[in-house]
């Protein structure tokens, strides 16, 4: 385990009155850690696996996920994690891509472009997102469309975005792209092209750039513009960081706007050199 990740699992890590369960392989949809550990921080088992194995990649991904805030957006959308939060618990980064995208190649997840930068990419298990996706069109003319969208276009083809020519020979016309944007399954990448969407997701973009503001905006108050761990952990939360502050950390940690500086109390949460 990487010395990061060890700091920041110790940091975390709450007292607990019984043992925790073990836990065991990634299931395809992520669902019962994510469902039962809801805002739960999960620091590693003995005997955890080396960091930048599938098994450390796999447990980072169901930490952040079981960090996700689902009641924040009234359960509506699946559990949201940005790829680039798990580089701070794994330290290899190609390997976290390598096996993120042998999971996207076995359907156990997709990646989706949310629009806040080219290279920040959101993971959500297939499953979810599938049920998720349903229910935000259940009962209303565009049902239809959309589980027939994800059948035969989602479930085959696991790119970010679809280009018109693929839609079509897919049997999707132009109406139904427009439906699917409504619907908010696509946006609108550039001319005859679309990324794949959540509906609704746009309430996690807006409380995320509102909550990596407010946590950045703490630290660089700060004096020396650093903030002991424990006492970020500890302290209420600043307005806007309606993500949690753990998970928000996972994010600022991970893009590197901050570091990690072990000191003899604890680790040192200090802004990054620009």
């Known amino acids: ?29 992520g669902s019962e850690e994510v469902a039962e550990h809801e805002g739960s921080w999960r620091g590693p088992s003995l005997g955890a696996p080396p960091a930048g194995s599938a098994g450390a990649v796999e447990a980072a991904l169901r930490d952040v996920a079981a960090l996700f805030p689902r009641r924040l957006f009234g359960d509506s959308l699946p559990p949201l994690v940005l790829r680039h939060q798990l580089y701070s618990l794994v ?71 679809y280009e018109l020519s693929h839609v079509q020979d897919l049997g999707f016309g132009d109406a139904d792209v427009t439906q699917l944007v409504g619907a908010g399954v696509l946006t609108v990448r550039d001319a005859g092209s679309w990324w794949l969407a959540v509906p609704g997701v746009g309430r996690f973009v807006r409380a995320f750039v509102h909550g990596r503001r407010a946590l950045l905006g703490l630290v660089r108050r700060s004096r020396h513009r650093e903030v002991p761990l424990w006492e970020l952990r500890e302290r209420r939360p600043p307005p806007g960081a309606r993500l949690g502050v753990r998970y928000l950390l996972h994010d600022l940690l991970g893009a590197q706007l901050l570091r990690s500086v072990p000191t003899p109390s604890g680790p040192m949460l200090r802004l990054a050199e620009p």
């Open 1 to 29: 385990m990487s010395r990061r990740r060890r700091l920041l699992c110790d940091a975390f890590a709450a007292k607990r009155n019984r043992a925790e369960a073990p836990r065991g392989q990634l299931t395809p949809d």
């Open 91 to 161: 330290s290899d980064r190609t390997a976290v891509d390598r096996h993120l995208n042998r999971l996207r190649d076995e359907g156990h997840i997709r990646l989706l472009h949310l629009g806040l930068g080219t290279d920040t990419l959101a993971i959500v298990f297939m499953e979810p997102y599938r049920e998720k996706v349903l229910a935000a069109v259940d009962g209303t003319p565009r049902a239809g469309l959309v589980r027939r969208f994800l059948d035969s276009a989602v479930a085959t083809c696991p790119d970010l975005s």
